[in-house]
């Protein structure tokens, strides 16, 4: 098992396959940004495995590929079923834009990818475009590709932001009812310097629940997978919506997760720079055993929480970089 000093166990992994995207979404990677890592440093396929089984191996049971965007990687679909297939990993899901889903649902579900969250900002072709310098429609025939494969739950993650699309949430809410996804509210954080930028539309959701209780019934609810998010039912309907607080109320204390990057970098924090590189190992050739000890050792020295609101400008690695 992996249990950190602060007592939490980490059996969640979040593995980005790719830091190229082919959205621009300004909270996470601006169109100056420079700097993308090499096809030489990128982690294989094969190496891919071989670290995910080590992690296995430790007591990690769930997988998640995020990037950048995971579907402009060409091997994703390979990688996707190299991981399913090692032995412990019970849960292998992934976060993307949705652009390319319409082709990529089937593949992927058939690849054992169980579960899907998808980035979704606004529903207004001009606000969309505003947001991530891409189209809207592409994104919306995703989602419903992904429906009919009938991968579920669908989550729906929406990042609200003041005077941009806060005045979206009511429309956002009766479009994830009508389409029976599930949808989860998050807070902009200062990671890079899009997220900075995006510091001065940060609303606390505290405000944004406290819009809806006036006009939805909003219950307490269970969610598989629930993470940091709390979650509610509204009304009588099957619409469950969920809050990611990172700012506002930080959940560090229940944190089960580290992240590798494209290039093998194992990363303890989001909200912090602590980071250790596996890919030298993998590629010299290092025993199962010297890699288990290298990240246990890495485990040992996992943060205790970010400090988003103490030192708001200190991460300048972009969110694009590890996939929030
Ligand atoms: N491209 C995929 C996608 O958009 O879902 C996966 C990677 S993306 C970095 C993962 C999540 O991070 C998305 O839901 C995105 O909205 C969120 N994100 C990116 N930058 C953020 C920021 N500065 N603050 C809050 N969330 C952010
Ligand atoms: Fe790309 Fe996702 Fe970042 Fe948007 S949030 S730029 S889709 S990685």
Known sequence: MLNDPF????????????????????????????????????????????????????????????????????????????????????????????????????????????????????????KFKQITGSRLQPVLAGIEAASATGLSPIKINMVVMRGLNDDEVEKMVEYCLAHNLTLRFIETMPVGEGGQAATERYIPLTEIEARLRRRYKLQTAAMQGSGPARYFQVDDTGLVIGFITPQSQHFCETCNRVRVSVSGDLHLCLGQEDKLALRPLLRQGASDEVLQQAIRAAIARKPERHHFNETPTAIIRPMSALGG
Not at 58 to 67: A, D, N, S
Not at 78 to 91: D, N, Q
């Open 7 to 126: 007592g939490r166990k980490i059996d969640y992994l979040r593995l980005s396959v790719t830091d190229r995207c082919d959205f621009r979404c300004f909270y996470c990677l601006p169109k100056s940004h420079r700097g993308f890592e090499t096809p030489d440093d990128w982690l294989t396929p094969a190496e891919t495995e071989r670290l995910v089984a080590q992690f296995a191996a430790l007591g990690v049971r769930h997988v998640r590929l995020t990037g950048g965007e995971p579907l402009v990687r060409k091997e994703l679909t390979e990688i996707a079923s190299r991981i399913a297939t090692v032995p412990g990993i019970e849960e292998l899901s992934l976060s993307t834009n949705a652009s390319r889903l319409d082709r990529f649902a089937e593949p992927l579900s058939q690849a054992g990818v169980t579960r899907l969250n998808i980035s979704l900002d606004s529903l207004d072709e001009g």
